[in-house]
């Protein structure tokens, strides 16, 4: 349980608080769509199926571990700091989102525009790390200073992050369905892969270097290593000035088709 002087905090309670920064994202999103928003029972289903993905995902980690166990590269390495970032986590992870949208909105009438690509693989990515961010409040603190630092570790970085990586697939996949153009699909999923493979490589080596001598990265404010958190957040931000972007681009590109679409009419 967590403990703060003397005070024994509900635990459950303090976990549950690791879903209103993927709410608050959800509303943003829903704001770069107001022009034309999707239907509220639909996002909130491509949510759910997110947040339900997490808990397969997380166990898939823990039997590959199981599984693989000394093939897997030793423990305290960049070795095993890459193959956690993209074996266990990244690859995995943005499947599921993927899997999310295919599955449940991919050929529903509603998903119309390139910009619903956008909407609903980062609600899957937010519904995702709702859960995400649960669990681990949930499990991993052993004190509210630990609590306190994971939980604006994932408020700031994973939360935006993983809302990014979802969005720029959908939004590739949405581009090659609706315009034939851009890598679709595939190439979408390989570029959510890069950039969550690449956020968490600095993430998961950071305690390897601090290891190898560079204390420096220990280096941070209330239990936050800030300086271990500089390069993750540029990986993270400018995925979101990426985003962001190609949300222009998306509105743009779908009023005009709205356009045409009324002139034909």
């Known amino acids: 349980m967590l403990v703060f002087d003397g005070v024994m905090p509900g635990k459950w309670q303090l ?3 690791g879903a209103v920064p993927a709410l608050l994202a959800m509303a943003y999103f829903d704001w770069l769509d107001a022009k034309r928003p999707e239907p509220r029972r639909t996002l909130r289903i491509v949510a759910l199926a997110g947040g339900f993905m997490a808990v397969p995902v997380l166990g898939f980690g823990y039997l590959l571990e199981a599984v ?28 599921c989102k993927l899997a999310v949208v295919l599955l449940l909105v991919w050929r529903r009438p509603e998903f119309d525009e390139r910009m619903d690509g956008i909407v609903y693989g980062a609600r899957a990515g937010l519904g995702f790390a709702l859960v995400e961010n649960v669990i681990y409040l949930l499990l991993m603190p052993h004190n ?13 970085l994973a939360v935006p992050g993983h809302a990014t990586w979802g969005g720029i697939m959908g939004y590739y996949a949405a581009r090659r369905r609706f315009d034939g153009r851009g890598p679709g699909l595939l190439g979408g999923y390989l570029f959510a892969v890069a950039l969550h493979g690449i956020y ?14 560079h204390t420096w990265l220990a280096l941070g404010v209330a239990g936050i290593p800030v300086a271990a958190y500089i390069m993750p957040a540029i990986v993270v931000s400018i995925g979101a000035v990426g985003l962001r ?6 509105v743009a590109d779908d009023d005009w088709a709205e356009q045409q679409a009324a002139r034909r009419s």
Not at 200 to 213: K, R, Y
Request: overall charge negative.
């Open 245 to 250: 972007h190609l949300a222009r681009r998306a």
């Open 200 to 213: 968490d490589m600095f993430l998961f080596g950071a305690p390897v270097a601090i290891a190898a001598g």
């Open 144 to 156: 509210l200073q630990e609590y306190f630092a994971l939980f604006v570790g994932r408020a700031v």
């Open 15 to 17: 976990a549950a608080l």
């Open 68 to 95: 693989v166990g000394n093939a897997a590269p030793g423990e305290g390495t960049y070795a095993a700091a890459a193959y956690t970032s993209l074996v266990v986590a990244a690859i995995p992870e943005e499947a």
